[in-house]
């Protein structure tokens, strides 16, 4: 039976990129919508989305952040304002000249990302260095015309969350922005068991209109490294194109000081290929729709159909989530199913069990096979989504670990990069350097690290000096 | 004080139009977008939102639905497909034919509703009357392009729930149709304490593509009535158009059965019109993002800030959400502010209190003052809360009862409208008496009510027969 859900699932080590596919589709996270480049997040996978939501959200507001919305629909003339960012988006976005029957007067763009709106906002609601820091975050939608898309990594249209500070000074502000680095980093160890390397990312590689970008780089399973949250520091760029100024306490004008930091769908993506396996997905209890799954075998023998509800019942009183299976379908269909949706933890119900006082259980992350009592299977399983979900970080922290290695030229970095690793070099931070990175390996600089130089000379070009830094370069998504 | 706050509304007697957008903009729930008739909503509007979904989202998973994600833009010839729908919403989408910097082949639309594109997906997925009911609901914004808008009334762009499902039988849909107006019946009198009629909308008010539509009508303080929400059946008018059809128990194919509903940002238009007064807001506690401030009086006397703060802590651990309100303004501001912004209790802590063992309170929507002991203070505030929940409805429902009249003539339903009222009147179903309503009154059928006529002819054309019914008649949002 095994074999039949396996066969339906390309070779995970020898086809990687059909494995994902293969995956998104047939477990119903995604389908693709009509327009290009669309997809549509089904129920799975939207379940997903808000178990990351509401774990995000809270840390959020935890910090001091409120949430609002602002309009889809942003003027082009805003757009045009801050010269890098329109440099930067405008290739990408959607236009709405159409609307109500008409030709609009000035042409509309669907929003790539809200800076420009909210800008606009901020410099009509900031008065005083009363109304400082206002931290505002929205969960919203937005579109970038791709020309490459994939479900969750790259698509038109995508959820996430941006958020959009105003300070005073530059320390706040930069400290805003590194703090948030940090709550994403910390949020994809605790809640998506993903360990990411954090830091600032190279010139080339920044935001659209930011002074500085940070990035938090996850490794996926095939070695490549996927950007999984940035955080951007403004300076006072926006807040000049877009005249945000404060009385300050000493009774002058002075312009605000921003950043902007967001998430998206793309991180179920980055769950999906940190974890899964030939069978599937491996899903984190913290975001895992249905935690576990409780299966009858021999559901017609007495007893059976009962006790596996009275068991589904006491495990959602403990706050966990629970799908009973009494689909008409034979119980090593529903194992394999339930394996492929990546259920953390599966519960069987059979006679012996009954009359043993036990369940047979099987964890997803190590398809370990265990009994547990009865009577204190709710608590057992309680804990288990704990250890479960620290074994996974543990795990993935081992993979990571294991793939990272240090590349004193650029002959090694070639060899580190085909062996589906991440490399760590020294770098002089000269744009020539990353261009030979991409241009000979197909590799990117993806984080400069906030540690000490492991060579007193660049990776790349072997020179000395002053501005040497340490960074992983790898092949990214 | 409280003078200077008041001067700053308008009269909600004499100009309650200019109420509204007074109170909407200065407690800060919303601002006006860049684009003609786009809406922020400001964090203190957004919260309202969210304590909406989170109330309404729990019920609508308890019943059965799930959530998912469809894409926002949709191929023009996707909307096309179904001639009445697209008849009704042409008008007024939106249109994108520039994306990428290339002119798209085949035009897109920005969703004004996702029947078109939701029904292409289940076109796909159903294939077996196992796969039945299906039942979905998406949280998303929507773009109808509106000539005239209000603040959460009317925007060119809003934020919604729309929820789609399909059944094998027409039976099953007609009672999901009716299950999911009484379920926004029973959420809008539960949590937004506004007692509402329901029942079917007229074959003119119809939604464009529906074989029978049904609203939630609220009277608003003005004696205008807000359509809060609707459902639809489709009967299968859409499974016809998009070919959804499954394969039933008996072998043979068939086509699928459907219905929508959805309520929208516009409850929060609702919540303000039907229970606020001159000084602004007043909201009930489910919704409330502030359920009870607490302001220090004599904020520099010994103790008064540390009691303050004790009995914030005190309160937010018996879960509420609680603000204490330390800034440098007087009291008597600081009273005026809360009030304006509709907080439902307000906690006064200062040295005579303290010396009594007391906190000093006011209940925004009786403007009542009071005194709780201190020791007992946050289970006292719990149990107000709901107190207020309930006092606020039963306020409400005793207004609409005093405002809705019989109209057994012409000359009486113009009377009942001119002074504010609904009319309930009977009606032959003619369209002619309806357009009669409309040209001689400005008033609408608002819905048609499931109560025996009152008399044995029509209101307006005193025509008799079997097909009389009772419905509300009223000038409306």
Known sequence: MAQQFVTQIADINTDFAQWYTDVVIKTQLVDYGPVKGTMVIRPYGYAIWENIQRELDARLKATGHQNAYFPMLIPMSLLNKEAEHVEGFAPEVAVVDIAGG??????????????????????????????????????????????TTRPFLRTSEFLWQEGHTVHATREESVEETLSMLRLYRDFAKDVLAMPTFIGQ??????????????????????????????????????????????????????????????????????????????RGLVLPPKVAPVQVVVIPVAAHKQGVSDVAEQVARSLRECGL??????????????????????????????????????????????????????????RSATQLMDAIQQDMY??????????????????????????????????????????????????????????????????????????????IVARAY
């Open 321 to 378: 989530r629970v799908e009973l299976d009494t689909r008409d379908q034979s119980p090593g269909w529903k194992f394999n199913e339930w394996e492929m949706k990546g259920v953390p933890l599966r519960v069987e119900i059979g006679p012996r069990d009954i009359e043993n006082g036990v369940a047979t259980c099987s964890r997803r992350d190590t398809l370990q096979k265990f009994t547990l009592p009865l009577d204190d299977l709710a």
């Open 102 to 147: 008409e030709r609009l007067a000035e042409p509309v763009v669907v929003r790539p990302t809200s800076e420009t709106i909210i800008c606009s906002m901020y410099s009509k609601w900031i008065n005083s260095y009363r109304d400082l820091p206002l931290k505002l975050n929205q969960w919203a939608n937005v579109v970038r015309w791709e020309k």
């Open 201 to 278: 990312k190279s010139e080339k590689e920044k935001f659209a209109g930011a002074e500085e970008t940070y990035g938090m780089e996850a490794m996926m399973l095939d070695g490549k490294s996927l950007q999984a949250g940035t955080t951007h520091h403004f300076g006072q760029k926006f807040s000049r194109a877009y005249d945000i100024q404060f009385l300050d306490k000493d009774s002058t004008h002075k312009y605000v000081w921003q950043s902007s930091w967001g998430v998206s769908t793309r991180l179920i993506g980055g769950l999906i290929m940190a974890h899964g396996d030939q």
């Open 394 to 471: 543990a795990k993935s922290l081992a993979f990571r670990d294991a793939h990272v290695k240090y590349a004193h030229n650029m002959d090694e970095l070639g060899q580190i990069l085909d062996d589906k690793c991440f490399a760590k070099v020294v770098w002089d931070r000269d744009p020539a350097c990353e261009a030979a990175f991409k241009e000979r390996f197909q590799a990117t600089v993806r984080v400069m690290l906030d540690e000490a130089p492991f060579q007193d000379s660049c990776t790349c070009c072997g020179h000395k000096g002053d501005n040497l830094t340490v960074a």
